[in-house]
């Protein structure tokens, strides 16, 4: 059983950087691919990112294709995603998930974290 815990949210003004963590706080996360979602109000939850185990293949959304990264430190456990130019429709809940079943469907999440960009 992986329990995901995500931290890094917070407040930060259009065009600013905020950089989100998730990480494994029981269980090993090194042999899962990851991803990060995220929920806006009134809105479905949406992929943002991917990773692979070894953090050599990443995917994005369109909508932040150039402007967040995602990465990986298996030895820490940890999965991060660096936001930079972040725009008031980024303003969201993310979720960090590990194993994965479909796109949409993943067997473990986090309990979210909140992210609001100012305009």
């Known amino acids: 059983q992986v329990q995901l815990v995500e931290s890094g949210g917070g407040l930060v003004q259009a065009g600013g950087s905020l950089r989100l963590s998730c990480a494994a706080s029981r269980g090993t996360v090194r042999t899962y691919t990851m991803a990060w979602f995220r929920q806006a109000p009134g809105k479905e939850r949406e992929f943002v990112a991917t990773i692979n185990p070894s953090g050599a293949t990443t995917d994005y959304a369109d909508f932040v294709k150039g402007r967040f990264t995602i990465s990986r430190d298996n030895a820490k456990n940890i999965m991060s995603l660096q936001m930079n130019s972040l725009k008031s429709e980024d303003t969201a809940v993310y979720y960090c998930?590990?194993?994965?079943?479909?796109?949409?469907?993943?067997?473990?999440w986090g309990q979210g974290t909140q992210v609001t960009v100012s305009s």
């Open positions: 998930a590990t194993g994965r079943i479909t796109i949409r469907t993943w067997r473990y």
